[in-house]
């Protein structure tokens, strides 16, 4: 707090409005703040306040002679400060991203799901609450940066995976969001590839599943082809559903439940009045998709890249900083950090 | 316990005794100087998180911990201004805050009050830092009293440009969204005045301009992110007017494609302008953003990673989202250096990687 460099008498006084128990005036106020504010925009002269820095600093800028523009000098130290602290930084980030790294690399060693369900229902065991709807952002990746997931076949890899994880965890809903939406044009193939990949996990006890996306028919096979529908049929068979977003259902869907309501307003079906946010949430539910629980990047930042906005009101966003490309470690951290249970990596 | 109660008084003591602070200030001066030598986001957003539980901690009262945020934020505000920053956004209140105690918001809103008033007293310095404010949210939901003093508050800084500061007071996304998409939703309802009849032709031109447009966004990828670039790099004034006139531009050529379109309907149902102008600049000219560069950084404090209804349409594209541990009482520069300088850094190498892919994109082609 006093960090601000205001002293402690002045800040009592800001604080209760009075100094030496009188009101404080707005004057006073003013003259109190005085040395804190940047300089009139109209007066270019240098001010008081500045020369004294000058002095205290003069050893970092002795190559300039002192008897330049206080402007250029101050200008220089600025610069000098700037190149200082990025290099402190990027030092700094870099070891951290080595630490983060390792430590990553240590927790995958510890939990590693073994494409075996009851290792990851071992590892989620002790969690007291799961999400309803989990909500992934992947990226579409056109080189191959050393992380083996590289154009369509690379992407959908990382979806069968992460769908595996969810069934193995339990949650219904999975949701993934992919910009370029490339995998919507890819909607059966993606289906035979994660029932292949539940198959290896699951064996003939695998979940059924329903791959859709918004404004496309929901795909499920036909029921025949599939043998293990059929001795599979019973009512507490988990059920998974993989929805495909990609960034038309973002804002592009908000503009066109827009258009269709100018439309209605137009033809009378509609007052504007009768807009509100219950019909815009029931209309984005049904077309696109429920808010998720929880939304898990495997980005090394938050940036949310064109995700449905509606949707993210309350959704708790996991990140892993510094974390490159889709990994389980990640996800079961996000489930943790969903549970706010703590991690412990030597148990 | 009661030694690191001492050693805080002491830390306090020798922290704002007179010479310590004056060089406390000149180091935050110098700071503030450096950063301005990298990019600065032109839009930062807080979400002041943590106010509640800063007090529970520090077994104050609630609505002391509220005022300490709110001297929390004067601080960042200072440093955000100092810095270039040309935009700065908090959520102060969420509609949905009015679920709580009536004693705190009462509190809230007196305080929210009592402080507009107090800046309204100060305008000759508010003008130092060319700030104007800005109250973004549902002001049905306040009472008149409250409501005064904004409108005071904002008519008097309304002539600053240099920087905005707009305070989210009682608002939440949502709200915002609906709102944007009612009075779309009203415009286009209206009936054009001027219906004059022309030849009717099968084609619809607003068809083909979408087509054209649909085609260039799907082949050119690059170009739109460098104008994106471009006008992040303009100051706001400039921007605000490049969407005055594209903003005017869009609506003529609207209007244009609908006298011709109109050919078949004209006579006794009234003429409307088409829905399928709509895009998503029209639902952000909506916003209560609009006109503003858009939002680089969001900032939420209290280690909560949630947006909580804020900012949902502004964020959700190219802005850094960051979550921090600390309690936004807590909040000052040394929390907010760090972010900076990482924004930086994200931003240069960020800036290296479109170099370099452009680059190779280049020696591919050739």
């Known amino acids: ?347 | 316990m009661a030694d690191s109660l001492h050693n805080s008084r002491f830390r306090k003591w020798l922290a704002s005794s007179p010479p310590v602070a004056w060089s406390v200030r000149q180091l935050r001066e110098i700071l503030i100087g450096a950063l301005r030598q990298g990019p600065i986001p032109n839009h930062v957003a807080f979400v002041m998180d943590g106010n509640r539980r800063f007090a529970r901690d520090h077994h104050i009262e609630t609505v002391e911990g509220h005022s300490l945020g709110f001297e929390a934020l004067a601080r960042i505000l200072e440093v955000c201004y100092k810095a270039g920053v040309k935009v700065v956004t908090i959520y102060a209140f969420s509609i949905e805050n009015f679920k709580r105690s009536k004693h705190e918001v009462d509190a809230l809103m007196a305080m929210a009050k009592l402080k507009l008033n107090q800046l309204s007293e100060h305008g000759a310095l508010l003008d130092r830092y060319g700030a104007s404010i800005r109250i973004l949210g549902n002001r049905d939901l306040v009472k008149p009293d409250v409501q005064e003093a904004i409108d005071k508050a904002v008519a008097l800084t309304a002539h600053n440009k240099k920087a905005i500061l707009n305070v989210c007071f009682p608002y939440t996304s949502r709200d915002e969204i609906t709102h944007a998409v009612k009075k779309t939703v009203d415009t286009y309802s209206k009936p054009i005045e001027n219906n004059t009849p022309s030849v009717k032709r099968p084609f619809s031109e607003t068809h083909i301009t979408q087509h054209i447009r649909k085609q260039m966004l799907k082949t050119v990828p690059e170009d739109s992110a460098e104008n994106l670039q471009a006008s992040r790099s303009v100051s706001p004034s400039s921007s605000k007017e490049l969407d005055a006139a594209e903003g005017g531009q869009s609506s003529s050529t609207s209007t244009a494609i609908n006298l011709s379109d109109k050919g078949d309907a004209h006579g006794a149902s009234p003429t409307y302008p088409d829905p399928e102008n709509i895009t998503h600049e029209t639902l952000t000219d909506n916003m209560l953003t609009a006109g503003m560069p858009p939002l680089d950084l969001l900032i939420r404090t209290s280690g909560v990673q949630r947006l909580s209804d804020f900012m949902l349409w502004q964020c959700h594209e190219d802005t850094s989202v960051v979550f921090l541990d600390c309690l936004w009482p807590e909040f000052d520069l040394w929390h907010f250096l760090p972010v900076l300088v990482e924004w930086q850094w994200q931003r240069k190498k960020i800036q290296e990687q479109e170099r370099i892919s452009r680059s190779t994109q280049n020696g591919t082609r050739k």
């Open chain 1, 1 to 347: 707090m006093a960090s601000t460099g205001v002293t402690i008498k002045e800040s009592a006084a800001f604080r209760r409005g009075k100094m030496d128990g009188k009101e404080l005036t707005a004057k006073q106020r003013e003259q109190m703040m005085e040395k804190i504010l940047p300089l009139d925009p109209d007066s270019s002269s240098p001010s008081r306040s500045s020369s004294p820095s000058r002095q205290k600093y003069s050893k970092q800028t002795s190559r300039q002679s002192p008897k330049r523009k206080p402007g250029v000098v101050k200008r220089f130290l600025y610069v000098a400060v700037h190149a200082i602290i990025s290099f402190l930084f990027s030092v700094f980030f870099r070891f951290r991203r080595s630490y983060r790294l390792v430590k990553s690399r240590v927790i995958a060693v510890m939990y590693h799901h073994h494409r075996t369900p009851e290792f990851i229902q071992r590892d989620i065991k002790q969690l007291e609450r799961l999400p309803k709807h989990l909500s992934v952002i992947l990226d579409f990746n056109e080189s191959d940066e050393d992380q083996g997931d590289a154009g369509l076949e690379g992407l959908l890899n990382n979806v069968c995976e992460i769908a595996a994880w969810t069934a193995s965890a339990g949650i219904p809903m999975l949701s993934i969001y992919e910009k370029t939406g490339k995998l919507k044009n890819y909607i059966p193939y993606t289906h035979d590839s994660i029932t292949s990949m539940l198959e290896s996990y699951f064996g003939s006890r695998k979940p059924s599943l329903s791959v859709r996306a918004p404004h496309v028919q929901s795909y499920t096979p036909p029921r025949s082809s599939s043998p293990s529908h059929v001795n599979g049929n019973k009512s507490d068979q988990p059920h998974l559903t993989v929805l495909l977003l990609s960034s038309e259902d973002g804002r592009d869907t908000m503009i066109d439940l827009t258009k269709t309501l100018a439309d209605m307003a137009q033809s009378g079906t509609l007052r504007p009045e009768q807009v509100d946010a219950n019909l815009i949430d029931a209309e984005l539910c049904e077309a696109v998709s429920t808010e998720p629980d929880l939304l898990v990047l495997f980005s090394p930042t938050v940036t949310l890249k064109g995700y449905p906005p509606w949707q993210l009101r309350l959704t708790e966003i996991f990140h892993l900083p510094d974390n490159k490309g889709v990994n389980y470690q990640v996800f079961l951290r996000s489930l943790y950090n969903f549970a706010k249970a703590e991690m412990r990596v030597g148990r």
